[in-house]
């Protein structure tokens, strides 16, 4: 394949390299240059660098699109064979507003504020990715915190009906193939009890956005294959006493789904009869909610 266009971006601590593909113009080289540079810049927002400085983006046309997504984002994924690359497989035929709402590049630069973890412990690293592949949308403004919110509730859902015999390492042992809702929503509802547990205790000085800017200053990128208990040990070190692995002892190899009805609740997430969803700012953790995904 022929190798077009090399972009260097300057961010605040990182130099990203983006390779753009053939078969792209100028033009829409450019502006998936720039939008992969925004997209990065939105990850900035968890803690205020992006998490591995010299990691490699390549956007690769895909017309076939043999995925069968009509996103333009077709697929999305990480490598680190040779340092971290994130391989974006698009539609070059999309105008490129529709990449701007677009999940799915958001969802893989969140996988590099994580190490590589091994299979059985997948859902923590697709769990993790996936709730802030929404809330950064709306930080971003690209989605409306209704929105990401209503994604969130969905894919709860999704989460609970998949599965339930398993537990998550148990569904991410087996393979994601076979119970990809429950890898992707079980991981993403330990992370938004973490994060809830450590802001509400702390008043908001600690979060799951600084917890990961520590892990990312001390370990970051990482040459090696972490465990679940490994990373959650760790990521508890950054904190006054454990969140992490009280949650790992409760649910990792538990069956079900993590009870999250009661926290979205207080939270103020209300599901509408039509499937969207309001937001209420009278219930107790209603600030906690804003703090979490208001745009910034
Ligand atoms: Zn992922």
Redesign the pocket.
């Known amino acids: 394949m022929i190798v077009d266009s090399f972009f260097s971006i300057a961010l605040l601590a990182a130099t990203l390299t983006i390779e753009i593909r053939q078969p792209v113009d100028d033009q829409k080289a450019a502006e998936l240059t720039e939008w992969v540079q925004t997209t990065a810049d939105t990850i900035e927002l968890v803690y205020g660098r992006f998490p591995n400085p010299k990691a490699k983006i390549i956007v690769i046309p895909s017309s076939e699109n043999s995925w069968g997504s009509d996103a333009p984002v077709i697929f999305?994924?990480?490598t680190r064979r040779d340092g971290e690359t994130v391989e974006l497989f698009v539609d070059p035929e999309r105008p490129i507003e529709d990449f701007y709402t677009d999940w799915t590049a958001t969802?893989?630069f969140s996988?590099l504020m994580m190490p590589l973890l091994s299979q059985r412990y997948r859902w923590i690293?697709?769990g993790f990715?996936?709730y802030y592949q929404n809330i950064l949308m709306s930080r971003a403004q690209r989605y409306t915190p209704e929105l990401a919110w209503q994604r969130l509730s969905e894919g709860f859902v999704r989460g609970q009906e998949s599965r339930p015999d398993l537990s998550p390492n148990a569904a991410a042992a087996g393979g994601i193939r076979h119970a990809r809702m429950k890898v992707?929503w079980s991981g993403a509802a330990i992370a938004l009890k973490a994060d809830i547990t450590l802001r509400q205790r702390s008043n908001g000085a600690e979060s799951l956005d600084r917890v990961l800017g520590q892990l990312q200053a001390c370990c970051l990128p990482s040459g090696r294959r972490w465990s679940g208990p490994q990373l959650f040990k760790k990521l508890d070190t950054f904190i006054e006493s454990p969140v992490f692995m009280p949650l790992y002892r409760k649910y990792a190899d538990e069956e079900g789904f993590p009870d999250i009805a009661r926290l979205l609740s207080d939270l103020g997430i209300e599901t509408n009869q039509d499937g969207t969803v309001s937001l209420d700012d009278g219930k107790t953790l209603a600030s906690i909610r804003k703090a979490i995904s208001d745009p910034q």
Do not use: L, Q
Request: aromatic share 10%; no cysteine.
């Open positions: 999305g994924r990480v969802h893989e996988h690293s697709e990715a996936t992707y």
